[in-house]
């Protein structure tokens, strides 16, 4: 069964404090895994698109990576304002449209 | 470039009613999804469309259904409304017809059913 866990499913950082999200996903051919951020009450902004193993992708203090089991969303430097939640979703080989969700990262960074 | 829209903002209908969500799509873009979102949770795909047709569902009953409109806007109906249905109803824009990877998301509709 495709599934798609994310990991913690909270996080608590000092400002500056540096750390990583997990998202391991079980699908059958990856097309895609996308990041995106999500504050609350809103509709989630996109981040991240990784298609293959060993691509990264880097904005502001964010930074993407993804293997053949998981990717990491990597959290330089964090500020107050880049608390969120962060969501991870893949779309499968043999799907035009549907992306699977996880239940993502309520990450949150004090002053 | 406008981004994606949606209305209302809010929703309270009672069991047993009938709701229509808006949804418009950012400029240039020709797909709309639709996701039901629970608190909590991620995004849950309800369908897809793609030049006025639907061309994907997830595992939601034939009670909700769409439309979409030649200028690409688009309708999600949910009839027979149950409890279970309160949730952060989203709508999400991209080009191509699935073959575009990256849907932006509206800010999203919050439907409550008492």
């Known amino acids: 069964e495709d599934q798609v866990t994310q990991s913690p499913e909270a996080l608590r950082l000092q400002e500056g404090e540096s750390s990583s999200l997990n998202c391991s996903y079980t699908v059958s051919g990856l097309r895609g895994l996308f990041w995106y951020r999500q504050d609350p009450g809103k509709g989630p902004e996109f981040l991240f698109t990784l298609y293959s193993a060993g691509e990264e992708k880097e904005k502001e203090r964010l930074k993407a990576t993804l293997t053949k089991k998981e990717s990491f969303l990597h959290i330089t430097a964090p500020k107050p304002e880049d608390s969120a939640t962060y969501l991870c979703a893949v779309r499968r080989m043999d799907s035009n449209y549907q992306l699977i969700w996880g239940a993502g990262t309520k990450l949150i960074i004090k002053p | 470039e406008t981004g994606v829209t949606q209305s209302p903002t809010h929703l309270i209908k009672t069991r047993g009613q009938q709701v229509t969500l808006r949804c418009s799509s950012q400029s240039g873009h020709n797909t709309v999804s639709w996701y039901q979102q629970a608190l909590g949770q991620g995004p849950q795909f309800i369908f897809q469309y793609y030049r006025e047709e639907e061309n994907g569902r997830g595992n939601f009953p034939p009670r909700f259904s769409g439309l979409q409109f030649p200028n690409y806007s688009s309708e999600l109906n949910v009839n027979a409304l149950e409890l279970d249905d309160s949730a952060l109803y989203l709508c999400?824009?991209?080009?191509?017809?699935?073959?575009?990877?990256?849907?932006?998301f509206g800010p999203g509709t919050r439907l409550t059913v008492t």
């Open positions: 999400a824009s991209s080009l191509g017809g699935g073959l575009s990877y990256e849907q932006y």
